[in-house]
Nanobody, 112 residues
Framework: QVQLVESGGGSVQAGDSLRLSCAAS????????MAWSRQAPGKEREFVAS????????IYAGSVKGRFAISRDNAKNTVYLQMNNLKPEDTATYYC?????WGKGTLVTVSS
């Protein structure tokens, strides 16, 4: 089993920044890619960003490219999502996942 715990969410103003963290524990596998997704109220969950185990490959959704940055620290079994220039449309619960394992999410609210 793998446990994923997200943290770092909160309520901010448009243009502000936040850094989300996702700590993995249990039978983790640092060779697996990790990803962030989000789900806004009344909408389906959508992909935000992913990062390969080697940190060589990152992929972003078009809506966040240039504003968000994903990174990981394999020694700490932690993946981060640096979110800059936040917009009200970024309001959502953010989830991290590793393979089929998902965390419970952390809420980000951006007001205009």
């Amino acid at each position: 089993q793998v446990q994923l715990v997200e943290s770092g969410g909160g309520s901010v103003q448009a243009g502000d920044s936040l850094r989300l963290s996702c700590a993995a524990s249990g039978r983790t596998d640092s060779s697996l890619a990790m990803a962030w997704s989000r789900q806004a109220p009344g909408k389906e969950r959508e992909f935000v960003a992913s990062i390969s185990w080697s940190v060589a490959t990152t992929i972003y959704a078009g809506s966040v490219k240039g504003r968000f940055a994903i990174s990981r620290d394999n020694a700490k079994n932690t993946v981060y999502l640096q979110m800059n220039n936040l917009k009200p449309e970024d309001t959502a619960t953010y989830y991290c996942n590793m393979a089929s394992y998902w965390g419970k999410g952390t809420l980000v609210t951006v007001s205009s």
